[in-house]
């Protein structure tokens, strides 16, 4: 490799070269081509793709549907010295949950809260967040802790998977049967030891991963070129859910990590509609929301989730889903609830007004919160703050 | 002899073309090189499978214009370091990345124009590259790692840095230029300007420089917003009288040859006669107010 200017292509010149052309503003050559003319129309946005939720709506409710045995119920407990040296502290997160647990059921002891929501002899799911690596995973202070306190109600290592979309990205962040034995760790998408994702006959291994009895379809279609394609499981306009939680799992504890997505937030629904789900990049860009939300009123994930525990020791206030160091930050924090909209509408604010106080965000937009409204129209749980009741606890 | 020349100059052509595209490729660390360093990843996405890697972060690196890029896990001297080196479409868009991704930048790394050090981050644009290297301790001994590894995978790159060439002169200098954000649609908004999503919804395929100035008595923000056609600037400024609410800022703006500029003061105009004058000097157009 050479350095430009040896090339012959002193790029700073081209550049200044380029703006003398009588503009007014000039921008490198690129910038004009880039800038194609906007298509705006009426300065309404467009109409949304349909989807199949109304195929969710048909199922009747149970007990344990969304939002769950405590609706508009929210915990937060913040410890001083959650984060220790930049990690989660076990010791403070055990003390977080258990403190969090006693609080939401109003149990008299532990076990008997966490017997309000599985009982021995069910598979237990942990759905946990490994997807921004290493530096902002959901903390293994956080998961040991959940797996102590649910063996200590009578759940056996063996009946609890912890679970994501890619297990390799469970084994990257030390989601390994190392860290963890006895337990189950599995994804949707996977690979062999070799590193391929296709079986002996060319198939993707994630294929046989996933439930076609059950979709979320949507009028956009997914294609893919073939390095993408086992990172999506399968193209076109259905998303299948992972067997993981139609087949495998009883219940589901879903344990999200507080973070933003551009200026909202990615915590419970994201990481359930968003993790449960294939197929799912031609939905980011018009149904974002729609799915965060729609996702989680089928009954396989609306009738499964009975607990969502945000870990919000660590999280980020801009730069996520990723994990830019600069916006990692400790909240100290830990929300419970068996709602995930209320938990979400609180953690939305802790996130929100992070970004305000640190300057990357002037104000709250209610763009923002779209996703909690729609998920509230479909009786998932409560989005507005005013009536949800939040028991903040601080210890440490 | 004419052909001959012609000839030469073709060859000559097509070598310097040659090169360029071979310069484009995604530069590599050669592992052999040093005994103490331990590559534990090494891994190139393009196009759309930087899906795989980072799921729904890929979209703000995909509305930036995602080429390919090389992730690199390794360990030197007991120092964990990730290596994130993205070639995104032009050098524009990688600034425009770069631009969304700092934060508080502590200082920036001696010889890089675009860059930024953090305490546990190095980011850099050159050339079409946007680099981050991301250490695990914070420590100083990380930070010299990251900087010898950025000198090696990017030195041929070093000089190859994108400039904004006719900006508005004095008040306006380096300092405000490298604080300039570049935005290409919504992700990159709600990432690197909020405050200004709002106006641009519905909005698509634009590029904005815009370029926050923050001193003690002009505070302002100043967009270039290049390419503008159609109804999309009434649209704009529609938006920006609707949605400006209590008005704590006035709203300026030009039409000029190529760019529609964009003034948001929040001091008074006084406060802001010489950059005004710079801008109109420099666009040949005349502000108003909205």
Known sequence: MRNSKENGVDRRKFFKVAALGGLGISFAPSFMGKSIAQEVKDGKEPAKPKTNVEDALKHPRTATSMPGKYPAKVVRVNHQNAVVDNKPGKKAAAEMLEKAMLSLTGAATLKEAWLQFVKPGEKIGLKVNPVAGKSLTTSHAVTQSIIAQLEDAGIPRKDIVIWDRREFQLHETGYTKENYPGIKITGTERKDEEGSYYNKEGDLYSLEMIDKDWYYWADVDGEYDEYTLPYMVNEGKYSYFSKICTQEVDKIINVPILKNAGASITLCMKNLGYGAITNTSRLHKQLWGDTSAEVCAFPPLRDKVVLNIVDGLKGCFNGGPGANPQYIINYNTLLAGTDPVAVDRVGYDIVIKKRIEKGVQEKDSPRGRKFMEMAANLKLGEHRLEKIDLKEINLG | ?290
């Open chain 2, 1 to 290: 002899m004419r052909y001959t020349f012609a000839l030469f100059t073709l060859l000559f052509l097509l070598l310097t073309v040659a090169q360029v595209i071979a310069q484009t490729d995604l530069p590599d660390l050669d592992a052999k090189e040093k005994k103490d360093v331990k590559i534990e990843r090494n891994e190139v996405y393009s196009g759309n499978s930087l899906w795989g890697y980072i799921n729904g972060g890929a979209d703000l690196y995909l509305e930036y214009g995602f080429d390919k890029m090389r992730v690199i896990d390794l360990t030197i001297e007991d120092e964990n370091l990730k290596i994130d080196l993205y070639k995104m479409e032009d050098a524009v868009s990688a600034y425009g990345i770069f631009s969304v991704n700092r934060f508080r930048c502590n200082e920036k790394a001696k010889g890089w124009m675009h860059s930024c050090i953090t305490g546990y981050q190095l980011q850099l644009a050159t050339g079409p590259f946007y680099l981050s290297i991301i250490n695990q301790s914070g420590s100083e001994k990380a930070m010299k790692a990251s900087l010898a590894l950025a000198n090696k995978l990017m030195g041929n790159w070093r000089d190859d840095y994108l400039q904004f060439p006719g900006m508005p002169g004095k008040p306006f200098t380096k300092m405000h230029y490298s604080n300039a954000k570049i935005i290409q649609g919504r992700l990159g908004m709600d990432n690197g300007f909020q405050m200004w999503a709002t106006y641009f919804e519905g909005l698509e395929n634009y590029t904005l420089m815009v370029i926050p100035v923050k001193e003690e008595e002009a505070r302002f923000n100043l967009g270039f917003l290049t390419e503008v056609k159609g109804d999309a600037v009434d649209i704009l400024i529609k938006n920006i009288k609707e949605k400006t609410g209590s008005a704590t800022s006035q709203w300026y703006f030009a039409k000029a040859d190529k760019a529609l500029i964009l003034l948001e003061s929040k001091s008074s105009i006084k406060k802001i006669t010489g950059y005004i004058k710079a801008i109109e000097a420099a666009s040949e157009a005349e502000l108003q107010e909205l």
